[in-house]
Each structure stands twice: as C-alpha cells, then as structure tokens.
C-alpha cells in the first residue's frame, strides 16, 4: 500500500510572528490537517516546517492547550496531541460567525484606522491633545489581562478623534464596538497583549513625532496581527 503524503505546513510570513504562528495552527486543525486525536509533528519539525522559533511555537501551542484544541501527553507515547474535542469557532459567547462578515469588518478597520493615525501625526497637536494620548497609551501599557481590551479600545478612539474628522472618529468607534464583540469570542492571549502593547508605543511614538506615514504604516501592522488572531479563533 502506499504511504500518504505528511500534510504539508506552509510557512508563517510578516511581521505579527506570534499571531500569525496561532493562525496557522488553527487553520490546519480547522481543515483536518490534525485532526482531533492526531499527534503533532515533534516540536523543532514544526517550528522549522513554520519558519518561527521554537520559543514562538511554545508559546503558541501553550495558549491553545489553556483555550482546549490541544493537550500534552507524558510518558512513551509522550507528545502535543489535538483535543478529541476542541471548542467550536467562536464557541464563547455568541454564535459561529461567518467568514465574510469577519473580513468585511477586518477591511474596514484596515481602511479607516491607519487613516486616522496618519491623520493625527499630521496635525499640530496642542500640549493637551498629546498628554491626552500619551496618558491612554500609558493606562493601556499599565492594565492587566483582564482589563485590557477597555483600555485597548479607548487608545484607538484617542487616536480617531485625534484625526480631527468627527466622522471618521465615528466610523472607527462603530467598527471598534464591532471588533470588541469579536474579541469577547476569543482567549486573552498574553503574548499578543505584549506584542499590542510595543506596536501601540510605536503608532503613539510616529503620531507625536509627526510621521504620518509611518504611523500609518505602524497601525496597519498593528491590525494584522489582531486580524490573524480572528481569523484563526472565528472564521
């Protein structure tokens, strides 16, 4: 008889390693690539296979043993197993969303937030505009992982209404309250708050400075890794 062919584990690409290696794992048990029950390949295979540090895949296959997709097992038969039954996509509270409206939304926000950032660093902001902005991103720093994602959303909304566009800084809180519902479905994952809370720095450090395209750019990036993630839990 022949052998099957070992799935083949395309490599993570860009910026947001530890959102994207998280992505890439929950695709490929989504699709049956592992499916429940199956071992994973040993630790430094799939590393290599995803082109990311062994310390990235531990962190990643650490925060899908705390949500429930996969489980560890000691002894000789040792190894990272998929759970007999993993949670559903999107399995907190709600419904299952479809994929369309997860990327309609993902659009939106790639379109209207890297707008505002880069309109805000292109403005002369007064003493008061800056602290204000400044002390956000500091609470947001500060916050601990349950109390993240309020302080997350107001330095998104700082940064819109430091646009100087009332309607663009409307139309980023309506898809932002959007996005917390989304968020609520998935695990706090302490790795991408870490990562969140350095690309914040780096977005507030462009608009301050003036820089509209970095802090175009630097919110962009930013999204992409909260975009991966939602892929990879809801889609």
């Known amino acids: 008889m022949e052998q099957a062919e ?50 990235t895949l531990r962190e990643a296959l650490g925060e899908l043993q705390e949500a429930g997709y996969v489980s560890v097992r000691r002894g000789r038969y040792g190894g990272t197993y998929v759970s007999e039954s993993p949670p559903a996509p999107g399995s907190r509270p709600g419904q299952v969303l479809d994929a369309a409206e997860v990327e309609d939304l993902l659009t939106l926000r790639r379109i209207v937030e890297p707008a505002a950032a880069a309109l805000a660093a292109a403005r002369d902001l007064d003493e008061g505009e800056r602290s204000l902005l400044a002390a956000a991103a500091r609470e947001c720093a500060d916050a601990g992982l349950q109390q993240y994602r309020p302080f997350d959303a107001r330095l998104h909304l700082a940064l819109a209404e430091l646009s100087g566009s009332p309607s663009l800084a409307a139309v980023v809180a309506d898809a ?44 962009l990036d930013h999204l992409q890794g909260t975009d991966s993630l939602l892929r990879g839990f809801l889609a």
């Not at 584990?9 to 199956?38: C, D, I, K, W, Y």
């Open 176 to 219: 932002r309250d959007r996005v917390n519902g989304m968020l609520d479905r998935i695990p706090l994952l302490g790795p991408n708050l870490a990562h969140s809370t350095r690309q914040h720095e780096a977005i507030v450090e462009a608009v301050l400075a003036g820089r509209p395209e970095v802090a175009r750019q630097a919110m």
């Open 6 to 55: 070992a799935p083949r584990v395309q490599p993570v690409r860009g910026g947001n390693v530890f959102e994207e290696t998280m992505e890439h794992l929950l695709r490929l048990l989504r699709l049956g690539v592992f499916p429940p029950g199956a071992k994973l390949p040993a630790e430094r295979e799939l590393a290599e296979s995803l082109r990311v540090s062994r310390t």
